[in-house]
């Protein structure tokens, strides 16, 4: 009689009410199966849901058109900026003899020179492939930079309140008053211009948004059951902060880490334009304009290649940043 028991205990599945770490109502559900020793493991069909749960967000990023077009745009630039020695038909750097006019104006269009020259005889197509080297690597740089400033700042403040917040948040205010080109230019007129000091100074001026984003997010998780919960069985602050609230915050992370990439890649070709960004003989997309600015009705080759290639880097990115919000968004809701 105890053997029958013990073998139908094998075959049962526990109906087990688990609490939602997103604050919805507990559900009972299939997860373990139990054997008469009174061992348990995650149950064959919670596995397979398991694994096909993060899925689900995939599937509507790949159902939104426009995201897939800005995945698309990002891949494009991605690989040309990786491939730039190789896809670049010229030195981007080298002045050619028989790259101007007799009047010392940049060539047209041609067989040889694919988009034109520039104004030193310079290959355009190929300074403008080096350019989304430059373009990317700010943005990545400088937008990751901003992304752990704003989540370190946005997740003390939002966690232990009291006087951390008030200061933190107070300085993001004070960082919020002041516009941020305004902001950018006159750190990077201060500080001496170079890839490096342009990322930085990108990163300064754009951390606040992130901060207080992530910010008002920690301030809702840190009030849900789950996390008093764990603070009331003894859990200390940090490990609470790595274990229930951090993996809330990812999605965020995600959407910032690619919306925030268009902003950068654009604030960077405005200092640039301006002259307090990535300096000459450095090829930037908006350095590229400053320099042909003159020539833009004689040749305008010279604005409309660059300024493309910032609107399609800028545009694929929007558009990819805000279709993974709305996919990771209905997923939470969910």
Do not use: C, K
């Not at 526990?14 to 770490?21: K, N």
């Not at 919670?46 to 995939?58: E, K, L, Q, T």
């Not at 190789?86 to 030195?91: E, G, K």
């Amino acid at each position: 009689m105890g053997s029958t028991q013990r073998a139908r205990g094998h075959e049962r599945r526990a109906q087990v009410a688990v609490p939602r770490s997103d604050g919805a109502a507990a559900a009972p559900v299939a997860a373990l199966a139990v054997d008469g020793a009174g061992g348990a493991g995650p149950a064959p069909g919670a596995r397979r849901g398991a694994r096909r749960a993060p899925a689900g967000w995939v599937r509507r990023f790949l159902a939104n058109g426009a995201g897939v077009v800005g995945l698309v745009g990002v891949t494009l630039v991605v690989a040309v900026a990786l491939a730039a020695p190789v896809l670049a038909p010229h030195d981007p750097a080298r002045q050619y003899f028989d790259g101007l006019t007799l009047e010392g104006d940049p060539l047209p269009p041609s067989e040889r020179f694919l988009i034109g020259t520039d104004l030193l005889g310079r290959d355009l197509l190929s300074r403008v492939i080096h350019g989304a080297r430059v373009s990317l690597l700010v943005g990545v740089v400088a937008n990751g930079a901003a992304v752990l400033i704003g989540l370190v700042v946005g997740v003390l403040a939002g966690y232990f309140r009291g006087t951390v917040e008030t200061v933190l948040m107070r300085l993001t205010d004070i960082m919020t008053a002041f516009p941020a080109l305004i902001l950018a230019i006159a750190l990077a007129a201060i500080l001496r211009p170079s890839l490096w000091i342009v990322a930085l100074v990108i990163a300064l001026v754009n951390w606040v948004w992130i901060a207080r984003a992530i910010y008002a997010q920690v301030l809702s998780v840190a009030r849900r059951d789950f996390v008093e919960a764990a603070s009331a069985l003894g859990m200390s602050a940090w490990r609470t902060l790595l274990r229930h609230i951090l993996p809330h915050l990812v999605s965020t992370l995600m959407v910032f880490g690619t919306l925030g990439i268009s902003t950068t890649v654009l604030l960077e070709a405005s200092l640039s334009f301006l002259g307090v960004g990535v300096q000459p003989p450095m090829p930037s997309w908006g350095g590229i304009i400053n320099e042909s600015q003159s020539y833009f009705l004689d040749a305008p080759w010279l604005v409309v290649f660059p300024g493309a290639a910032i609107l399609l880097t800028s545009l694929s990115f929007n558009l990819l940043g805000e279709a993974l919000r709305d996919a990771l968004d209905l997923a939470e809701r969910r």
